[in-house]
């Protein structure tokens, strides 16, 4: 299967898990997976949240900031991934004065 993210209308979901700003996503979801392609402008950020149900992969194909997991505060910049367990906490935050783009995959478990 090929995903298309050129076919698919981005969103903007402001205040994402009550992070700042919007975050900008095109998704797809088939109904237990989602994956995103996602970006996140400067100052912008996704909410902490727990993965009660589920994990989270992440890699950042443009840009940096950082990931608080678990309460530690960690730099991630292009090429690097970060992965979220189930039960686990996280967050992303754009810190810097560019775009922040990522693709996340979180299947259902």
Known sequence: MIIDFNNIEEQELAHFKGGEKA????????GSVRIMNGRLVPGASIGLHTHETNCEVLFV????????????RIAIGEGQ?????????????????????????????
């Open 23 to 30: 975050f900008n996503a095109k998704m797809f979801f088939d």
């Open 61 to 72: 194909t443009q840009g940096c900031g950082y990931v608080i997991f678990d309460g530690e």
């Open 81 to 109: 991934c970060h992965y979220c367990p189930k039960g686990h906490s996280h967050t992303l935050i754009n810190d810097s004065e560019a775009e922040l783009k990522f693709v996340a995959v979180v299947p259902e478990q």
